[in-house]
């Protein structure tokens, strides 16, 4: 633990280095902690739909003379390939934004482009779930980073807020441009998230409900992924709630000027 590498490298480097070194001894396992941590978390939930895949598959050989059975575990086995197919994308999209800070596509990116991209990768998830998005507030703003990963960050947050609302409810996307900020709130009237479970939901793999979360087709990434590419470009993203009322998610990143350059020097990256 931390006082023991304290002592080794006192008696080898003095006072003067120990402190550092001991704080970047203790971060490294902590790194490794948590890799550990993940290979963990995605080897249990690969293994759910592989096992439950291989069990349908087995059972339909079984019932080989009964198309109807057939038909009835194909379809899930298909539900079940979807899922397997949506967690291996998440996880290699995580690893993606995890494996390294620097943004692959870096350049102004428009923020009505990325408000109109993630509106639209979202028009059949709302209109299924009969949601109308509203979208609202400040437009012509811009942000340096990857337009890409930007809009995978804010489609996320929308799904989120569809998937997580009963029918017949609203949401509301609105852009806001405050103190060198560009803000993207993402307001729904869902189920909202009880104050234990909130600060826990940018966890990898944190699910407040696992079945319901698993019947709709979430992993339990989404939120980690949007948190990584949130700082990755400057900013951060933050969570307000109120269980039964709804949930307010706000994706705030800093805004670059017509000039080209970044307005908010303290957390702007060129
Ligand atoms: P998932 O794939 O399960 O949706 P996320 O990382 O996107 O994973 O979200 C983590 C958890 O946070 C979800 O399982 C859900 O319980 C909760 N959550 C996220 N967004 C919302 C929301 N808009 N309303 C209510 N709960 C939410």
Not at 37 to 46: K, M, R
Not at 183 to 209: C, H, N, T, Y
């Amino acid at each position: 633990d931390g006082e023991v590498v304290m002592d080794v490298r006192m008696g080898a480097l003095g006072s003067r280095g120990v402190l550092l070194l001991a704080d970047d001894l203790t971060s490294a396992e902590r790194v490794e902690a948590t890799r550990r941590d993940f290979v963990a978390n995605v080897s249990h939930e690969l293994k759910t739909p592989v096992g439950a895949l291989t069990l349908l598959a087995e059972t339909m050989e079984d019932a080989a003379d009964d198309p109807d059975a057939v038909r009835r575990f194909a379809e899930r086995m298909q539900t079940e390939s979807r899922r397997l197919s949506n967690l291996v994308q998440e996880i290699i999209e995580l690893s993606r934004v995890q494996g390294t800070s620097a943004l692959p596509d870096a350049s102004p990116v428009e923020i009505d482009d990325v408000v109109r991209e993630s509106l639209a990768a979202n028009r059949n998830l709302a209109l299924g779930s009969g949601i109308e998005v509203s979208v609202g507030g400040d437009t012509g703003l811009r942000v340096f980073g990857s337009a890409a990963r930007l809009t995978t960050a804010l489609s996320n947050l929308i799904s989120n807020a569809i998937v997580y609302s009963e029918p017949d409810t609203r949401i509301g996307v609105s852009v806001h441009r405050t103190r060198g900020m560009v803000e993207i709130v993402v307001k729904d009237q869902g189920m909202g998230i009880s104050p234990e479970d909130l600060g826990r939901i940018f966890e990898r793999f944190f699910r407040v409900d696992k079945a319901r979360s698993r019947s709709r087709g979430g992993t339990g990434l989404g939120l980690a992924i949007v948190k990584h590419i949130a700082s990755d470009h400057g900013g951060d993203v933050t969570a307000w709630s109120k269980l039964g009322e709804g949930s307010t998610f706000t994706l705030r990143l800093p805004e670059m000027g017509r000039t080209g350059t970044i307005e908010s020097s303290a957390t702007g990256r060129p």
